[in-house]
């Protein structure tokens, strides 16, 4: 069974730096993809950061040259670097892993982890 926990959020005044985790556990499946998505209130959950199963990433228009996501395939972890935060990336950060077999996968969520930037 695929686990996702969240860490790393919180309070942080506008133009500071977070770094938010997502470790993921379990065992019989591989780990193909992780992304991160946020969800502000009264909003639709977006996109903020891809990295797919090649190494390669991609990044909402919104947080490009402010966020970098990176991985360590050993530990099945994902990372969000978060800099020069604005009040507009207040929201709650959910990390989407897709897992499944060798060749097939599905989408797997965690549970989320709120960001607050204060201005």
């Known amino acids: 069974q695929v686990q996702i926990v969240e860490s790393g959020g919180g309070l942080v005044q506008a133009g500071g730096s977070l770094r938010l985790s997502c470790a993921v556990s379990?065992?019989?499946?591989?780990?193909?993809?992780m992304d991160w998505f946020r969800q502000a209130p009264g909003q639709q959950r977006e996109m903020v950061a891809e990295?797919?199963?090649?190494?390669?990433?991609a990044y909402a228009g919104s947080v490009k040259g402010r966020f970098t996501i990176s991985r360590e395939r050993g530990k099945n972890t994902a990372y969000l670097q978060m800099n020069s935060l604005k009040s507009e990336d207040t929201a709650v950060y959910y990390c989407?892993?897709?897992?499944?077999?060798?060749?097939?996968?599905?989408?797997?969520w965690g549970q989320g982890t709120q960001v607050t930037v204060s201005s």
């Open positions: 989407r892993v897709g897992a499944g077999g060798r060749w097939d996968s599905r989408d797997y």
């Open positions: 379990g065992s019989g499946f591989f780990v193909h993809t």
């Open positions: 990295y797919h199963a090649d190494d390669t990433t």
